[in-house]
């Protein structure tokens, strides 16, 4: 069986900006605290757009573990 691996999004550094949000917004959300919420569990499929949106945090907030 394939590892599960799990996006993880750390409120603590994420500044809201929403740009996860505009490149995957089946993946992330902004929560009522205005910062990223995951909201999909991470399939490998959409590996691309998940890695676009890690690569593109100017926080560098998200992970992906
Ligand atoms: Fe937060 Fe990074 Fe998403 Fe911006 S791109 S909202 S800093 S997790």
Do not use: H, N, R
């Not at 399939?43 to 945090?57: H, L, P, S, T």
Request: glycine share 10%; proline share 2%; with cysteine.
């Amino acid at each position: 069986m394939a590892e599960e691996k799990k996006i993880l999004v750390d409120k603590e550094k994420c500044i809201g900006c929403g740009s996860c949000v505009d490149i995957a917004e089946e993946y992330f959300t902004l929560g009522d605290d205005g910062k990223s919420e995951v909201i999909k569990d991470y399939d490998e499929a959409d590996k691309d757009i998940v890695g676009e949106a890690i690569d593109g945090c100017p926080a560098d907030a998200i992970t992906l573990e």
